[in-house]
């Protein structure tokens, strides 16, 4: 889809933890920023809710991040999730591009 913000949306086979988020951009078609989002709670009534903002650098070389322990913890259910979506608000190409070439995405299996 066109315009901004674009999104890479991820499910798993069952419910896990995001640990750490490995990526790499097309240098010139990378995001200023990532937001890493999960499943939201019945209880909370939000569709998607935040687990920690990334912000990449604009190179083509792959780059890792670890999720905080204390971004987990400010979760509902511990950052436990099948679904995450990474959000890409902005990039640094002039139209809105985001161009990935690798995204890998580690965590535990939920207790």
């Not at 009534?45 to 204390?70: R, Y």
């Not at 890409?88 to 990935?100: A, E, H, L, N, W």
Request: with cysteine.
């Amino acid at each position: 889809k066109e315009g901004k913000p674009q999104s890479i949306a991820i499910t798993f086979e069952g419910m896990k933890v995001v640990r750490k988020v490995l990526i790499q951009f097309q240098g010139g078609f990378a995001a200023t920023e990532c937001q890493v989002m999960i499943d939201g709670s019945e209880e909370s009534g939000t569709k998607w809710q935040a687990l920690q903002t990334l912000h990449p650098h604009d190179n083509n070389h792959p780059q890792e991040f670890q999720i905080a322990e204390e971004c987990l913890a400010s979760t509902t259910g511990g950052g436990a999730t099948q679904n995450v979506r990474i959000v890409f608000p902005d990039s640094t190409d002039q139209f809105g591009r985001v161009v990935v070439y690798k995204l890998n995405i580690y965590g535990t299996d939920a207790p």
